[in-house]
């Protein structure tokens, strides 16, 4: 049910642009590289043009001459893919705390990372003792293994990217009806500034942790909602507790500015008016009864009622003393009447 818990729940896996413009420079940087590298060995003329140059770098009495082609692998292509890989590799760490269940996407750029590492670390390392030991050794399948490392490595991260790149379009079911209420909201809206307006605001209250207007929002276009549409069960309670809340707010404010401003009959008057009946509701009678009683009691003589003593006499109760003597003095006025005349 969609409630401020689940909101709380999912915060961390709602919509972030971020995370798919990082994937998208990632994966941008080892596109570029690759179609580099592949131009460069499959068409004869840019390799025949990258052929003509050769490149010598001195740095701290080592001097590294490279042709054309070597020059583009290991200066250009390798740092470029790299450089997108690591930021790639960020990006993933990122995402995956958000949604753990993206860490799949760990086993090949991890694998490829442990091996570019350890293939780098061999290889210098090997050739740096075996140039200065009487000992052949062929180093290419470490250099191999090293290169390929790599091509791994960023093929993973360039996999994860694109899983980067929809980032705000992937969830997990337990969400879901987060995301199925803000298509709602989205769809009943008329105008396209509308829809813009609660894709922003959607973003904004989930990041600033505004979760009444946030739920507003996915659910308060029920209210609106023409046709005869019915209220779904989350909707209806939610709204009632949000109408009833605001009433509630507006009669507290009501009470204290009579309580402030010394209107203490008015808020007598209005705390009497709201004080509730607990007895039990009496049945219903119809008005033709109602009066139909009065009319009998109207006619119905009066009467005294009279008890036993213990001698077998009977005596007037109270009432009916006092009743007697009522009559009593009415009899007298109007004989008092009557003689005036």
């Given at each position: ?307 036993e003593v213990d001698d077998g006499e009977e005596e ?26």
């Amino acid at each position: 049910m969609l409630d401020v818990h689940l909101l709380k729940e999912g915060r961390p896996s709602r919509p972030n642009t971020g995370f798919s413009v990082v994937g998208l420079i990632s994966l941008s940087l080892i596109l570029l590289s690759t179609i580099l590298y592949l131009l460069a060995f499959s068409v004869p003329d840019v390799k025949a043009m990258v052929d003509d140059f050769r490149i010598v770098i001195v740095a701290v009495n080592v001097t590294f001459d490279y042709s054309g082609i070597e020059f583009l692998k290991m200066v250009v292509c390798i740092p470029i893919s790299v450089v997108g890989a690591l930021l790639g590799s960020v990006n993933l760490i990122l995402i995956t705390n958000r949604k753990p269940f993206l860490s799949a996407l760990h086993i090949i750029p991890g694998i490829g990372f442990i091996a570019s590492i350890l293939g780098f670390v061999s290889y210098y390392f090997l050739s740096f003792l075996f140039t200065r030991l009487p000992i052949e050794f062929n180093l290419k399948i470490l250099y191999y293994a090293y290169v390929y490392s790599i091509l791994v490595y960023a093929s993973g991260v360039a996999f994860a990217d694109i899983f980067a790149l929809f980032y705000s379009y992937i969830y997990s079911s337990e969400f879901s009806p987060i995301y199925s209420a803000y298509r709602k909201a989205r769809k009943c809206a008329k105008k396209n500034s509308k829809r813009s307006l609660i894709r922003y605001q959607f973003r904004q209250f989930w990041k600033q942790r505004r979760y009444d207007e946030l739920l507003y929002l996915l659910l308060g276009h029920n209210i609106d909602a023409a046709g005869g549409e019915e209220l779904n069960e989350e909707s209806y309670h939610y709204l009632r507790n949000r109408a009833l809340r605001k009433v509630e707010a507006e009669k507290i404010a009501q009470l204290d500015e009579l309580y402030e401003s010394g209107h203490h009959d008015l808020l007598r008057k209005e705390l009497a008016s709201m004080e509730l009946d607990r007895s039990e509701p009496r049945p219903y009678e119809p008005e033709e009864t109602k009066e139909a009683k009065k009319i009998e009691e109207k006619e119905e003589a009066p009467h005294y009622r009279t008890i036993e003593v213990d001698d077998g006499e009977e005596e007037l109760t109270r009432y009916g003393r006092k009743q007697a003597e009522k009559g009593r003095r009415k009899a007298m006025r109007e004989a008092r009447k009557h003689h005036a005349y």
